[in-house]
């Protein structure tokens, strides 16, 4: 079984978002979205892998495959194209909190913003704290 390449290392997120957002915009929005979500969480900003700022983490267990590892409950990576965010599940009984996010699309995993005014941060709140709270009751506290 191959092994997840993406881990949580000791990096400086605030330094990667210094030198990895490419916009004076897009580096304001990713300090705005490390405030939000570290006060919202109560978790400390983590880096996971080379791009990813995670808050909290879980062990999970693929249904699926004989994977398994430790990912962050949520997060966000400022990426070159949008804002990618880690902050929903893909469940069905979650589907109507995207209603209120705003301007957004979606990927497999994630939600990609242009900038964070184009969203509902109490949306976005809303969204996490059903995604934390689906994680934490399906795979445990870390």
Sequence with gaps: MAELKTKRTEA???TFINNFADTEQKR???????ALMQ???GYEPRMWGPSIIGFGSYHYKSDRSRQEGDWPLVGFSPRKAAISLYVYTGSPEHEHLLKDLGKF???????YVKKLADI??????RLMS???GFLQSKYGKN
């Design 105 to 111: 699309t979606m990927g497999k995993a994630c939600i």
């Design 130 to 132: 059903a995604t934390i």
């Design 120 to 125: 509902d941060t109490e949306a976005l709140k």
């Design 12 to 14: 400086d997120v605030h």
């Design 39 to 41: 006060d919202f969480t």
């Design 28 to 34: 304001k929005d990713s300090f705005e979205l490390l």
